[in-house]
């Protein structure tokens, strides 16, 4: 199975600040990608899809390049409810989801 | 959205025992999928269930070890066979989002496994 890799963290930033996460993708056929987020001991929610043309959902920010395989994920005027792990996630061929391992964000007041 | 239900929510078992973890879905779904997630590892697909055949295994998965139920289109179940300390995981169940695209997935809560 291909690779997804992801900065493991964390990331300590205080509320407020703008942080950004990348990921990186092996598989250069690779078609759907999106960010989850995973709360401690809960199971994962999808938090947004990622398109070619990048997206916006309030506070987030998603962006891929094709041309460098990795995906990245911007969040603006961090908020304490939003540490989490998040999971970069591609999808390789079907419904294979192959999930990168998370990066673990904690804001601080 | 579908609603998940996964029980048993968490379990500590003996070494050389089985559990079955079941998972109802409060509608119809086509695809479901069975998720493992070992301490600081990404999800791995363990495999897909499929209504009214055998369950389809990903890579280093077998039936003998992960044998799957799905006689329904809301019901599946997953057991973890003569399980040894190396199964202890939280094993997710999943069903793809209606409406959301495809691929994209909305997990139960999870049944996390302590095999001593």
């Known amino acids: 199975r291909k690779e997804v890799e992801q900065d493991p963290g964390p990331f300590n930033v205080p509320e407020g600040a703008t942080v950004a996460f990348n990921c990186t993708y092996s598989?250069?056929?690779?078609?759907?990608f999106f960010w989850y987020r995973q709360d401690c001991r809960k199971e994962p929610k999808l938090l947004m899809s990622v398109y070619s043309s990048g997206n916006e959902d309030g506070r987030f920010t998603a962006q891929l390049n094709r041309a460098s395989q990795y995906i990245s994920l911007l969040i603006r005027d961090s908020k304490l409810s939003d540490s989490a792990t998040y999971l970069c996630v591609v999808n390789d061929a079907g419904y294979a989801l192959n999930f990168g391992k998370g990066t673990s964000l904690l804001v601080t007041p | 959205s579908a609603v998940i239900s996964q029980k048993p929510s968490r379990d500590i078992c003996q070494r050389g025992t089985s559990l079955t973890i079941q998972c109802q879905v409060d509608s119809q779904v086509t695809m479901m999928f069975w998720y493992r997630q070992q301490p600081g590892q990404s999800l791995t697909l363990i495999a897909t269930a499929n209504q009214g055949s055998e369950a389809t295994y990903e890579s280093g998965f077998v039936i003998d070890k992960f044998p799957i139920s799905r006689p329904n289109l809301t019901f599946s179940t997953l057991t973890v066979s003569n399980m040894s300390p190396e199964d202890s995981s939280i094993y997710l169940c999943s069903v793809e989002l209606t409406g959301a695209g495809a691929n994209v997935l909305t997990f139960g809560a999870g049944s996390r496994l302590t095999v001593l």
């Open positions: 598989n250069s056929a690779s078609q759907s």
